[in-house]
């Protein structure tokens, strides 16, 4: 599937061959706000997609790590392959071919086997949980803090679950009547009230900024986690200083010898499908990948997580 200027068209790959490289036949693939990011950009020679897990020829289910890494850098040598200063070159779905397709050869280092439980048509979604559970990492393991998560949508319901799951009183903020729905499906509270141990915009715009920034106790900490407008928006940076907040910025995930974050989200959603039925809203078949785009954009028309499942096994 390829960006055009014709819009989204689903058309053949020619095979690419790598050194070192192992084909991945793809069995789910999901759309996020970067990817709808990329899109708007105009027309790319990638594939888009980069949460995104299949088969390998041995019928194993894995999912791919889709960062690129220079092994060059400061942060590569330090492990922190999401921070590394060349990511975006080759990143799967980014600077190169990634996972809305049928196959595609993937390096072996990047693979992830997933556990048993955890469903092909699902296995894509490890990417966004492990995206959760790296920003929940990042605000500290300490169970039993009074959490709101400001945004309804796919990022804020999965960090929203996870942090549940981890023993926090977690609240969400959502604007419409789906995301509601869905939060009370998961065990959220829905609303907020009073002040809050840690706060995570996950709406990434300016006046959910502000309103995280509201929900703040003094002392507390603010988590940004939303994907923000390149052109920036305005910082609510006197509220912060007043109630001398700690803000924190988290993105993508670890995976490293130390750390893997893609482990941990498959092991989370292995034994917890019902997060997953959940946050899914729609699947489409690879073929019916330009309706699938059209309905990611509309969140206000129910959707939450889109899911592309090209390969039935």
Known sequence: MFNTADGVVVRGLPDVETDGGVRLRVSSVGICSTDLWVMRQGPSPFVV???F???LDDGTLAAAYPLMRCHDC???ARGAFNRCRRVFEGSLGLGAH???CDELMVSADTLVVLPEGLR???AGLVEPFAVAI???ERIGPRPGRRIAVVGGGAVGLTLAAVARHAGHDVSVVARHRHQIAAAEQLGLSVGVGGEYDVVVDAAGTESGLNHAAELLAPGATLLLLGIYPPAGITFPALALMMKEAHVLTSTAYCFN???NDFTAAAEFLAGNPGVIDAIVTH???LGDAPAAFDAARDRAGGTIKVVVNPTAG
């Open 74 to 76: 400061d942060q590569c």
């Open 134 to 136: 790296h920003a929940l």
């Open 257 to 259: 010898s130390r750390r």
């Open 49 to 51: 997609g980069h949460e």
């Open 53 to 55: 897990a299949g088969y």
């Open 120 to 122: 092909p048509e699902d």
């Open 283 to 285: 699947r489409y078949p």
């Open 98 to 100: 990634g996972g809305m």
